[in-house]
């Protein structure tokens, strides 16, 4: 059996229906299955997922607003499995600039040939577009896409025809929104998108995450960690410190490193700790950690033993 998304999502079931009917309305081309994402682990927040579902069967674009490391990418990415929709990514910088985002003509065989940029594709084939910290790109560049985005559902390609949209094409941007200092996405694209505000992950779905990533880490240092976690993310928020600490990826890089035996206090600087460069903020994260982490905790006192399976290898 092919592990499927929706089996495990916790939403209304006229929801799950809806989602169901879109699939079968739309049915994916043999050569863009490949696209429709397989994600590795599930975004939890319930709530989350009813509003950008709702808002994606309303044939909208959705704009997910948060912090960095509130699940923006991973809930796009599960949005396009639970869909089953052909993903294509887009990530914003400055140089961004047209051509780039709806494509380009290039030569093949000494012949003139339009090659179709990401949101071309996803035009034309029922794709979910991804346009990743959507807010680093400039203004200008972003202004091909207004007509895409709003209700003529259309591209203008210079030189070609006009593209019209796939009914089942839906964008779904993501913006960091820092402490301090980020780039506000202009008024007229705003207006095109839904907002969804992506909250901070709870400590309890911060436990359940830990332990799907690392099934052998007991429930009580998955509290532990968790903990950690949320006493840095509590000092961010008061900017007693950056969100550099922040750092959930760092925090699951750190476990893997202890799960394969280095001190919990080192994994957890090199996961996080050591992400800032100003001696007096990293002395403040390191004691948030060792407020909760003694020195006397090894890695093994975190993680059941994987008894009997090397025995049985050897066996
Ligand atoms: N609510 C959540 N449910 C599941 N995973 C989450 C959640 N919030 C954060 N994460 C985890 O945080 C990490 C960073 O997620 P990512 O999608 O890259 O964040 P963002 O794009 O918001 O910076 C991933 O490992 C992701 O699984
Ligand atoms: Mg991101």
Not at 74 to 96: K, T
Not at 109 to 120: A, D, L, S
């Amino acid at each position: 059996m092919v592990f499927d998304i929706i089996e495990h999502l916790q939403i209304r079931p006229e929801l799950k229906e809806s989602i169901l009917e879109f699939r079968k309305q739309y049915p994916v081309e043999p050569q863009f299955q490949s696209r429709i994402p397989v994600p590795s682990n599930i975004y939890y927040g319930t709530d989350i997922w009813e509003r950008a579902v709702t808002a994606l069967l309303c044939g909208k674009n959705i704009l997910l607003v948060g912090h960095k490391a509130t699940g923006k990418n991973i809930f796009a990415e599960n949005l396009a499995a639970a869909f089953a929709r052909p993903r294509w990514d887009v990530s914003f910088h400055v140089n961004m600039d047209a051509a780039s985002l709806i494509g380009m003509d290039t030569f093949k065989k000494q012949e003139v040939i339009f090659r179709p940029g990401p949101i071309c594709c996803a035009a034309q084939h029922g794709g979910f577009a991804v346009l990743d910290e959507i807010n680093m790109a400039k203004n200008e560049a972003l202004a091909v896409l207004h007509g895409t985005l709003d209700f003529r559902r259309s591209i203008d390609v210079p030189g070609y025809e006009r593209i019209d949209l796939h009914p089942a094409t839906r964008f779904i941007a993501t913006m960091n929104y820092g402490y301090a200092g980020t780039k506000e996405l202009n008024e007229a694209l705003v207006s095109r998108f839904v907002v969804i505000r992506m909250p901070m992950i709870s400590q309890e779905h911060l436990i359940l995450l830990l332990q799907d990533h690392y099934p052998t880490l007991k429930t009580e240092g998955a509290k532990e960690l968790a903990a950690v976690y949320l006493d840095l993310q509590k000092k961010c928020e008061n900017a007693q410190i950056s969100s550099r600490a922040m750092d959930l990826r760092g925090l699951l890089d750190g476990v893997a490193l202890m799960e394969k035996g280095l001190n919990v206090q080192d994994a957890l600087d090199m996961g996080i700790t050591n992400k800032t460069f100003d001696p007096y903020e990293q002395t403040l994260i390191q004691d948030t950690i060792r407020g909760r982490i003694s020195k006397k905790m090894k890695p093994e006192d975190l993680f059941e033993e994987k008894c009997g399976s090397r025995r049985k290898e050897f066996a």
